[in-house]
């Protein structure tokens, strides 16, 4: 009996000591966040064939730093949109889809813990980011995506992790905007739900099942709910991070992305505790970290939490050898790929002109989408800011140059009303009204003082230079001295025939702009999304890039000019807009 009763005090006083050990102890974790990565695997733009000093090779190096510190735990995380950008992801989605995705490759090899999928890895299609999901050795998360068939998330909803005793709870959302800029094919049997009702729904059931004593919030999804028109009682908001923040209680960390713009700031949830928001820039140029400190309070039984952040530059950072040593046969192959010649052209095209007036750059493409489509009339924007093509030998990543995204080429019906309606609604997101000669040209964001604002020591434009269309096969004038809504005047057809208002003409435009993207067919044209839907006549097998680059290798030798169809008026005005404008975007 004696033995016995020293035995179970023994085991007593073991079992009590230990609970001390884990109930006082402190821990210290490192979450850090990646995001709108967009295929920069390698430090090196594929696009424009340069070295870089940003990607996910220089961030390697910072994550096997902190993972070397033992006195933390490292949480790494991917915020989505990963599956476009770079030829690195293209070629693996659709050029050679049969091999395993490079991406995939590089994910399980970095040891991330969980992503979120972002509305461009939504965008190469079922066939893609189904196998992609299956690659992955960790969950792929969105909670609001929904499949229509089973009710239940089309992803993983979250994944609960435990590092020395804590558990967290790490929730994953994506944007409800996919349908207003992806055709229905590509995201078929699933429905979007709103962040915040989506957010309250999961945070309970998370709260109720698992008991977690941190719960991050993982979202593609942007901070601004006030962008692209939307308002933050707007339902399925864009940009909800904030929002969702604010108006659910419960996440101690919110991780953001999909605006490119890094983030690191506190909101006040309903009950009044901070929240941490974190976003990070695009392309790898940063990361993002979140130092978590916890105690245990043996009084009520719970961890007390110090949370911070920071923003991470990748330039800060060498290459990881062993990274780029693994993964050099794909390096090699992308590069291969995109060095292939398609054509010529026989003189240069410029983005930066497409900000100004008929350019080269985007007649080009309109041209090409008119043949395609046999449409009467075609819409367009340049999607890159600064992209030059030069003359003579084309390669395959010029066309990345040219067309930055996947998007599909739509034929809609639309009448001549409301293509003076699409015109009158772009030229306001794009041009200034101009009070004389010597005004803006563009429309910049300014602040409380009427000074343009600056990012990055380039001044940051109103609105979004992809939502710029102009327009193909109809002759016109839009004039700068007027109000918004009141500039635009049709002239003709650019074949000679008149342009009647009444008539219904066919229209090509790329499938972002075909699905409500930019506002054009809804905020400007007054269209609901069924009525667009009506409106489509045929939607292209492929992406645009892909019809684009087959016609080239067709044609061999190709002759890009403007077509010189509209025109900025008063001439001086623009004239002189336009060189004042030039100089503080490209030559300042």
């Known amino acids: 009996m004696?033995?016995?009763?020293?035995?179970?005090?023994?085991?007593?006083?073991?079992?009590?000591?230990?609970?001390?050990?884990?109930?006082?102890?402190?821990?210290?974790?490192?979450?850090?966040?990646?995001?709108?990565?967009?295929?920069?695997?390698?430090?090196?733009?594929?696009?424009?064939?340069?070295?870089?000093?940003?990607?996910?090779?220089?961030?390697?190096?910072?994550?096997?730093?902190?993972?070397?510190?033992?006195?933390?735990?490292?949480?790494?995380?991917?915020?989505?949109?990963?599956?476009?950008?770079?030829?690195?992801?293209?070629?693996?989605?659709?050029?050679?889809?049969?091999?395993?995705?490079?991406?995939?490759?590089?994910?399980?090899?970095?040891?991330?813990?969980?992503?979120?999928?972002?509305?461009?890895?939504?965008?190469?299609?079922?066939?893609?980011?189904?196998?992609?999901?299956?690659?992955?050795?960790?969950?792929?998360?969105?909670?609001?995506?929904?499949?229509?068939?089973?009710?239940?998330?089309?992803?993983?909803?979250?994944?609960?992790?435990?590092?020395?005793?804590?558990?967290?709870?790490?929730?994953?959302?994506?944007?409800p905007g996919i349908p207003k800029w992806l055709n229905e094919k590509i995201w078929e049997g699933i429905v979007f739900e709103d962040m915040i009702e989506s957010a309250k729904k999961w945070v309970k059931t998370i709260q109720e099942d698992e008991s977690p004593d941190l719960i991050v919030g993982l979202f593609h999804a942007g901070v601004d709910p006030t962008y692209s028109g939307e308002t933050a009682d707007t339902p399925k908001n864009e940009n909800a991070s904030q929002l969702v923040a604010e108006q659910v209680s419960g996440f101690d960390i919110i991780f953001a992305g999909h605006d490119h713009q890094g983030w690191n700031f506190e909101a006040k949830n309903p009950d009044g505790e901070d929240v941490l928001i974190l976003g990070t820039e695009g392309s790898a140029r940063t990361a993002t970290a979140a130092e978590v400190n916890l105690e245990f309070n043996e009084d009520t039984q719970s961890w007390e939490k110090d949370i911070s952040g920071r923003i991470i530059e990748a330039d800060n950072y060498e290459v990881d050898k062993e990274f780029m040593n693994r993964f050099n046969a794909s390096y090699e192959t992308v590069k291969e790929y995109v060095s292939r010649p398609i054509g010529n052209f026989t003189s240069s095209v410029s983005s930066k002109d497409a900000l100004f007036g008929s350019s080269a750059f985007v007649d080009f493409i309109q041209n090409v989408q008119l043949e395609l489509s046999g449409a009467d009339i075609s819409f367009a924007a340049p999607l890159t800011f600064n992209s030059t093509i030069n003359e003579g030998e084309l390669y395959v990543r010029d066309m990345f140059k040219l067309y930055k995204y996947e998007n599909l080429l739509y034929t809609i019906e639309l009448s001549g009303y409301e293509i003076k309606d699409y015109l009158e609604y772009s030229y306001s997101l794009w041009l200034n009204t101009m009070a004389d000669e010597d005004d803006h040209l563009l429309k910049f964001e300014k602040d409380e003082d009427g000074d343009i604002v600056y990012s990055r020591g380039i001044p940051k434009l109103q609105n979004a230079y992809f939502n710029f269309d102009c327009a193909a096969g109809i002759d016109y004038s839009v004039d700068v001295s007027k109000l918004d809504g009141e500039r635009i005047k049709i002239i003709s057809l650019s074949n000679g025939q008149p342009f009647v208002f009444d008539n219904i003409y066919s229209v090509a435009v790329n499938s972002y702009r075909g699905n409500g993207g930019g506002g054009h067919l809804i905020q400007g044209v007054g269209l609901s999304k069924g009525e667009i839907n009506s409106r489509i006549k045929s939607v292209s097998e492929k992406d645009l890039r892909f019809h684009i680059m087959k016609w080239i290798e067709e044609q061999g030798t190709v002759s890009p000019q403007a077509n010189s169809n509209w025109s900025i008026i008063p001439r001086e005005w623009w004239q002189k807009g336009k060189e004042k404008n030039y100089e503080i975007l490209f030559n300042n």
Do not use: C
Not at 96 to 115: F, K, R, S, T, W
């Open 2 to 175: 004696k033995i016995k009763r020293i035995l179970f005090l023994s085991i007593a006083v073991f079992l009590f000591s230990t609970s001390i050990l884990i109930f006082s102890q402190e821990v210290r974790l490192k979450f850090i966040q990646t995001s709108d990565v967009h295929g920069a695997v390698f430090p090196n733009d594929f696009i424009n064939n340069k070295e870089t000093n940003f990607s996910l090779a220089n961030l390697q190096s910072y994550i096997n730093e902190e993972r070397e510190n033992e006195d933390q735990e490292v949480i790494l995380l991917d915020g989505g949109d990963i599956l476009q950008g770079q030829p690195t992801v293209y070629y693996y989605n659709y050029e050679n889809p049969n091999i395993p995705h490079l991406y995939a490759e590089v994910m399980n090899y970095m040891g991330y813990d969980a992503a979120t999928v972002g509305n461009h890895d939504i965008e190469p299609g079922h066939e893609v980011y189904d196998r992609f999901t299956n690659e992955l050795q960790m969950p792929w998360l969105a909670a609001n995506a929904v499949n229509t068939n089973t009710g239940e998330p089309y992803f993983q909803p979250y994944v609960v992790l435990e590092k020395k005793g804590v558990k967290i709870a790490i929730l994953g959302l994506i944007t």
